[in-house]
């Protein structure tokens, strides 16, 4: 699986970004892909994910939940994560992610030991 992220840069608290994770060598039929992130000091937490389980669930951390929107194109294999509201704390590297565990993203469970691959990342950096 190779995972090349775009999308980061600055803004101003209110503003959005789009990320996106182009993948290759990933099925969204058999595969959880999704974002975490890692502000500086700080560990790497979770952001949102798609299940290929259920009716491809979708799952979003309580920080960005009803802010952050995950979507797909399954012709172009790519996930998007469009950021609205954003806030000085969403200020990190965020990073794409595929797991294939059974206990991690597939069921909506962030936990960064799980991933089987991560991007390079990208920056976000939010301005107050």
């Known amino acids: 699986v190779q995972l090349v992220e775009s999308g980061g840069g600055s803004v101003q608290t209110g503003g959005s970004l789009r990320l996106s994770c182009s993948a290759s060598?990933?099925?969204?039929?058999?595969?959880?892909i999704g974002w975490f992130r890692q502000a500086p000091g700080k560990e790497r937490e979770g952001v949102a994910c798609?299940?290929?389980?259920?009716?491809?669930?979708?799952y979003y951390t309580d920080p960005v939940s009803g802010r952050f929107t995950l979507t797909r194109d399954d012709a172009e294999n790519t996930v998007f994560l469009q950021m609205d509201r954003l806030k000085p704390e969403d200020s990190a590297v965020y990073y794409c992610?595929?797991?294939?565990?059974?206990?991690?993203?597939?069921?909506?469970?962030?936990?960064?030991?799980?991933?089987?691959?991560w991007g390079q990342g990208t920056l976000v950096t939010v301005s107050s």
């Open positions: 060598g990933f099925s969204f039929d058999d595969d959880a």
């Open positions: 992610v595929v797991d294939r565990s059974l206990w991690g993203l597939k069921i909506g469970r962030f936990d960064a030991s799980t991933p089987d691959t």
């Open positions: 798609l299940s290929p389980l259920g009716h491809r669930n979708k």
